[in-house]
């Protein structure tokens, strides 16, 4: 079982939707239920046999030939970053699933069935070893959400649906690009360990280190296109809020929890690797774009009338802290990348969850029609403002040791700090890492933590607090009823549709005097225990991850630390005059035993760390 | 658990610091020890989840407030056991809890540099955290006590809340204050952000109090960030953000900072304490950020006492304190606090004198004292300063909790034009004597604490070369301060019995006040609508209305402030120089180091750098303060007691006619929110809906057009489009299949 503990991974979700689909629909939630739960279980199996102290190292390795002949092979195996986005991934199954019980209510069994199919393809992606499995599920992960989008939204999901699925399909088309042409530079080659066509992501990595600055520039390019779409970074954002807002919650929450995370994965995982040295030339532009987005995002959250809309824009701002970090290129900016995204998940995942409870009960989104909701729901309220502040990056949350781990890392990489170029910065500075971002990077991000408290305290300023405001006639008519009274922004198409049903009681609503108002909603007024269920767990890892990070940052300090390196290797190696032979290209795989290094490690730290101005001894030589 | 349960578990706790705590050595180098420190969040934050606890059972009786007291008397008693037992007091020692962000990237780190990060949970425990420590958990404890009883009419899950967050506030600030390292300090910094948001808007229902909230905690992370910034700086300059660490590596310049070389020390350090002012600045109230404390007075009034007034606010003079080699080597730093602070001294007292709500001349006139406090830290008097943020926690305590008695029993009325002679009414004496005494202490009536103190800020800026500008306006600023102060005593605690109800009259009864006051608009609205039934105050519609007088809680408290507000001077004689503050300081970061030798003409006897007006500064300032806050008291006396007959009016009403826009202009606190608003907020705000419109139009019209072309193409060819779901797995396929094919066809 060890041995293909990841590919029952997938295949457990995939099993148990076609078992669904073959049994009644009443058994649907609970077979669902049943899946995820023990994909989760096996989810927590597969950590407790990865060995952690190797965390750097891809373990739990399997291969399946498919086509040899063509080199193609269902390859899988796992490091400590891409183990955590698992586990994240298969948390997040069965609260989705929970979270659906009530919510939907119709073709519950395709609903059911594609979210298993979702989730199958989302842990495919981070346990790909190989590059056609990696992109089948990086693309397969738009079916179904484009059908849990398409079917289960609100008003306007044709438009929402079918906008994600081109938008993010014609990146990934460009990517596709991009990949490809790396897989035929490799072949080309033919590198020892390979026989002409392979997707294996060692080996292409390696044969990546080949690629000529110029054209890893290209690739960069081709690749980053399809992962910024999905980020997603300014200025391909747009069809996120849209997805967002109309997605059941259920699919924003593996939207805002899961497949996010794929764009930034992506990047991490294959364009770093594969063009480092153009990653280190181009981080300004992509440090630039992502704090334009967090800047524009979060303005742009402060203004919105729409909870759900808030929230998704925030994302757009969030996702820029977290490709921030990864394009300051040094351990405490890729650890914060990295942290950011299950940070991310777990606190944004919630926040879409309990505006979807406030909408199951309301069926609205509009901050005017709510308000002061912590007398009528005290126990919502309460997770309200505990997520709330773990999105603004309250210390002792989640989110904090992330942002601030990624603007640290920003405000560092800077050569100006010391002499000059890659690798030789003054010791001086004990903090300073190489590279092209610096303290403005920080300081004009930073920003956006101001921002943050702004359009988060105004969200619970009107929701949680102040004077209680409900709709008046809540309850009644069916999902389709939620959406009148958006921000005005919005489509016209829409403005119809919501006038023309929210026409009978006045679409202003809240003067509305009509006899609905006894016709309570079916859920009790506070939380119910499964809805409190559902976001205990994510609160406890909240708080788990905020005062004990240590663990994590320990699962992902190898993995961070052998990126660090490619990138500042490749930066020095392109700083160098050309030809310069003292610097030989990066080695990805085979990290040095890192059971030793971890060990003293852990000796050192009580001892303070940070081992200032010890000059270290040439890194390239080992 | 009941109470009984819970103090057996506190004494099981105890006899753990016991063992615990003998074993801490005192080396001159941070050792480990004042183990007994770490008990200090580990009880408030068990009562934190005791009040949530006590919050889901639906506790309706006092049960939270005592749990409370109890935790936070065992927090008090594990820090006086720390500080008896001299652990830190001579010299530092760390009390490791747990890691927290503590990596290092070993072998990886190819570099060499900024291989690792240690932001651990453990304290530094020194003198200067000890003397925080004292006044924070010892204050907590009384007004926890107090607010027992001013919270009461909230029991149930309000009352839960509101203790919930008050533990929540102390395990913030021990965090802030005991911190080993800047991101600790981080971590309390903004923890006891929170908690004053959450306690802020405590009467959640009222608009004004949701909103004061919110300002508050957004002003303080403009703050925050330069807080960020100025430890990233730290970070990257000294590889690592523990002070013993950071402290260390700043000692290097110091001698070259001291000696006024500031050439030879890197810009880099020089900009740290700029970034962290900012930070400090935001907390504590100063310029430009101050304008969300005197919002705060939304909150219920024991917690503008202990946050707003006592502990919280003077986070950022710890900060500045706690930094101080770092500010010692920038030239520019301490003057630049010593300016703020003054004229933040300054302007706060000229709008504190013209305001009607006492609880808000109260805020004013702590913005007041932080800038004095700042000012000290300007002008290298951080014992000044340390012993004013001490004697200041006492007396502001003191004089919030007695106006807070008046608002409790006076059903929230704070206005100082509806209020009269409460001295004489039954049952008012210890209220009336406290605040006698807090006002004494604030105005710097002599030999109390608070004239001591502020004679060590006011002498020391005439010392230092170049600062008797600051010793100027601070010495009007006393004045001032007197004169305002005392108005508020004179006006409500003397004269003619009078008084009228506050806007809560109804709201015992029916559900808790904030549900009442959001009918009637906010409490303080009163602005120019004096003359509206005052004469009449016994009568009209408060016929019915006894004040309910205080009870055994907020009295004894009062007691306990006030005995403490008279003998905190015996302080200042304890010790040989500068008394036990000065003692604190010295034995921790905060200390001025001596001047190299060249320069030692600046500290020692010689005192020849400043003078005030050709005396010792030292000698004369005494007389020299008494003198100016006696005339303060004076002016008071005689334009708001002497002669007045009724509690509307008073000798000052002919005045302001005569100040015209100026007394206006202050009224409306120099209309620095207007002009803040007009000046960021709308401009922000417009800012923000250009970049929805753009989002909405332009950057997703350019994917909607892109996306209409091929649409539009694709009408031609609509066949394809089956529609159908389904259909796009297949294509996507189909499209995977060609493309292997087409990899098949070039590999062979």
């Known amino acids: ?471 008046t006639g809540h309850g009644h008519g069916g999902r389709d009823h939620g959406g009148h009274g958006l921000g005005g922004h919005d489509s016209a198409e829409h403005s119809t549709a919501a006038a023309s049903h929210a026409g009978g009681h006045g679409a202003g609503g809240a003067d509305a005097s009509h006899t609905a108002t006894s016709d309570k909603p079916h859920l009790p007024t506070d939380l119910t225990p499964r809805e409190i269920g559902i976001l205990v767990p994510l609160a406890v890892l909240c708080l788990a991850l905020g005062l004990y990070p240590k663990p994590v940052l320990y699962a992902i300090d190898g993995s961070v630390a052998q990126t660090a390196n490619l990138i500042r290797e490749a930066g020095a190696l392109k700083a160098r005059p050309a030809g310069s032979p003292q610097v030989e290209p990066a080695p990805v795989e085979g990290a040095p035993a890192e059971s030793d290094g971890k060990a003293s490690a852990m000796a050192e730290e009580a001892a303070g760390s940070v081992a200032a101005g010890d000059a270290v001894t040439g890194g390239p030589g080992r | 658990m009941t109470a009984t349960e819970l103090s057996t578990f506190t004494l099981t706790l105890a006899s753990l610091v016991q063992e615990s705590g003998h074993a801490a050595p005192a080396h001159s180098e941070p050792a480990a020890g004042g183990m007994a420190t770490l008990l200090v969040p580990v009880f408030t934050l068990l009562g934190t989840v005791l009040c949530g606890l006590f919050a889901a059972f639906k506790v309706k009786s006092k049960l939270p407030a005592w749990t409370t007291v109890l935790l936070l008397a065992a927090s008090f008693a594990a820090i006086v056991y720390t500080y008896a037992t001299g652990q830190g007091t001579t010299s530092p020692v760390i009390a490791h809890g747990f890691d927290w962000i503590s990596i290092t990237w070993g072998e990886f780190g190819s570099a060499g540099h900024g291989h690792g990060i240690a932001a651990n949970f453990s304290f530094y425990v020194d003198a200067l955290t000890l003397l925080w420590m004292l006044f924070v958990t010892g204050l907590g404890t009384l007004i926890a006590l107090y607010a027992s009883e001013y919270m009461s009419h909230d029991v149930g899950a309000g009352y839960c809340r509101f203790f919930a967050a008050f533990n929540l506030f102390v395990f913030s600030m021990s965090c802030l204050v005991m911190a080993d390292n800047f991101l600790l300090l981080y971590l309390g910094w903004e923890g006891v952000g929170l908690c004053s948001y959450l306690l802020i808007g405590y009467f959640y229902k009222k608009p004004s109090a949701v909103a004061a909230a919110k300002k508050a905690f957004i002003v303080n992370r403009i703050g925050d960030l330069g807080l960020a910034l100025g430890v990233f700086l730290i970070y990257v300059q000294f590889g690592s953000v523990e002070y013993k660490a950071v402290f260390a590596e700043a000692g290097r310049y110091i001698d070259a900072a001291r000696a006024g070389h500031f050439d030879q020390i890197p810009w880099q350090v020089q900009l740290i304490p700029l970034l962290l002012m900012v930070g400090a600045f935001g907390k504590s109230a100063q310029l430009p950020l101050y304008v969300w404390l005197p919002d705060a007075m939304e909150g219920p009034t024991p917690v503008s006492a202990l946050i707003h007034a006592a502990t919280m606010v003077t986070a950022g003079v710890y900060l500045v304190a706690r930094s101080y080699p770092l500010f010692l080597c920038s030239e520019t730093a301490l003057p630049v606090v010593a300016w703020v602070g003054t004229l933040t001294a300054l302007l706060a007292a000229t709008i504190g004198m013209a305001q009607f709500d006492i609880k808000r001349i109260m805020a004013y006139s702590t913005v007041s004292q932080l800038g004095y406090m700042f000012a000290g830290l300007g002008v290298l008097t951080s014992t000044g300063a340390a012993f004013h943020v001490l004697t200041h926690a006492f007396f502001k305590a003191l004089l919030f909790l007695c106006c807070g008695a008046v608002m409790h029993g006076f059903a929230g009325q704070l206005d100082l034009r509806k209020l009269s002679g409460v001295w004489k009414i039954p049952g008012w004496k210890v209220v009336s004597v406290g605040m006698l005494i807090g006002c004494a202490n604030l105005s710097g009536f002599p030999l109390t604490p608070g004239f001591f103190s502020k004679d060590m800020i006011l002498a020391e800026a005439f010392v230092t070369p170049g600062m008797a500008a600051i010793g100027w306006l601070l010495l009007l600023t006393a004045g001032l301060t007197a004169y305002y102060t005392f108005r508020v005593f004179f006006r409500v605690f003397v004269g003619p019995v009078e008084y009228e109800p506050g806007d809560e009259l109804h709201a015992h009864d029916d559900h808790g006040h904030d549900g009442h006051a959001e009918a009637h608009g906010t409490v303080h609205g009163h602005g120019d609508s004096h003359g509206h039934s005052a004469a009449t105050g016994n009568h009209g519609h408060a016929g019915h209305f006894h004040p309910h007088a205080p009870g055994w809680a907020i009295n004894t408290v009062l007691a306990i402030l006030a005995t403490l507000s008279i003998v905190a001077a015996g302080l200042y004689f304890m010790g040989d120089h500068g008394g036990w503050a000065a003692n604190m300081v010295h034995h921790s970061t905060a200390a001025l180091p001596p001047a190299p030798a060249d320069h030692a003409a600046e500290s020692g006897a010689g005192h020849a750098h400043g003078s005030f007006l050709g005396m010792d500064p030292h000698a004369v300032m005494y007389y020299v303060s008494a003198v100016v806050g006696f005339i303060g008291i004076g002016v008071a006396f005689w334009l708001h007691f002497a002669g007045r007959t009724t509690a509307a009016t008073s000798r000052a009403d002919a005045l302001v006619p005569k100040l015209g826009a100026v007394a206006r202009a202050a009224q409306h606190k120099w209309y620095v929110d207007e002009i803040y608003d007009f000046l960021l907020v709308k401009p922000l705000w417009v800012l923000s809906h250009i970049f929805h419109l753009i989002d909405a139009l332009l950057v997703d019209g350019l994917v909607d057009f892109a996306g209409w072309v091929p649409r539009t193409v694709g009408k031609v060819i609509r066949p394809a489009q089956s529609g159908l779901l389904h259909g796009y797995a297949i294509g996507m396929a189909g499209g995977l299949a060609v493309l292997l094919l087409i990899v098949l066809l070039a590999v062979t």
């Not at chain 1, 199951?360 to 005290?378: I, N």
């Not at chain 1, 903090?431 to 101001?450: E, Q």
């Open chain 1, 1 to 471: 079982m060890a041995q293909s503990i990841l590919i029952l991974l997938i295949v457990v979700p995939l099993a148990f939707a076609a078992f669904l689909a073959w049994m009644p629909r009443k058994h649907a939630p609970a077979i669902a239920l049943m899946g995820t739960s023990l994909a989760a279980l096996l989810g927590v199996y597969t950590a407790l046999i990865f060995d952690w102290n190797l965390s750097g190292r891809f373990q739990l390795e399997n291969t399946v030939q498919w086509l040899p002949s063509l080199g193609v092979a269902l390859q899988v195996g796992v490091d400590g970053v891409s183990l955590l986005l698992v586990l994240l991934t298969l948390l997040l199954g069965p609260i989705c699933v929970l979270c659906s019980v009530t919510a939907i209510r119709e073709r519950i069994k395709t609903y059911y069935g594609w979210l298993l199919v979702l989730q199958a393809a989302m842990t495919g992606v981070f346990v790909a070893r190989d590059l056609i499995l990696f992109y089948v599920c990086f693309e397969f992960t738009l079916v179904p959400m484009f059908i849990l989008i398409s079917l289960y939204g609100s008003t306007n999901r044709r438009r929402a649906a079918i906008k994600f699925f081109l938008y993010t399909f014609t990146g990934s088309i460009i990517a596709l690009a991009g990949l490809v042409y790396v897989a035929w530079f490799a072949a080309g080659r033919a590198l020892p360990g390979s026989s002409g066509w392979t997707f294996d992501l060692d080996i292409l990595m390696r044969a990546a280190a080949e690629l000529p600055p110029s054209t890893q520039a290209w690739v960069l390019g081709a690749l980053l296109l399809g992962f910024a779409v999905k980020v997603p970074l300014f200025p391909l954002h747009t069809w996120l809020p849209l997805a967002h807002t109309e997605a059941p919650t259920a699919g924003s929450v593996i939207l805002a929890g899961v497949l996010l995370k794929l764009g930034t994965y992506g990047i991490f995982r294959l364009a770093i690797p594969f063009a480092p040295a153009a990653f280190a030339e181009y981080a300004p532009m992509l440090a630039g774009l992502s704090i334009v987005g967090i800047l524009y995002g979060g303005l742009i959250c402060w203004v919105q009338t729409d909870v759900k809309k808030l929230v998704a824009y925030s994302s757009v701002a969030h996702l820029g802290f977290c490709v921030l970090g990864m394009t300051a290129g040094n351990e405490i900016g890729l650890t914060g990348s990295v942290l950011y995204m299950i940070n991310h998940g777990l606190s944004t995942g919630a926040l879409f969850l309990l505006i979807g409870m406030i909408y199951e009960r309301y069926h609205t989104r509009d901050m005017a029609k709510l308000g002061g909701l912590a007398a009528r729901m005290p126990v919502w309220s309460t997770f309200m403002v505990f997520f709330v502040m773990a999105s603004v990056g309250l210390p002792g949350l989640n989110g904090f040791i992330s942002e601030v781990m990624c603007l640290l890392g920003a405000f560092q990489a800077s050569d100006n700090w010391g002499s000059g170029a890659w690798g030789s910065v003054a010791d001086a500075m004990p903090g300073a890492t190489p590279g092209l971002l610096g303290p403005w990077y920080a300081a004009i991000a930073g920003v956006g933590m101001i921002i943050a408290a702004m359009y988060l305290l105004q969200l619970t300023g009107k929701v949680v607090w102040g004077p209680l405001v409900e709709p």
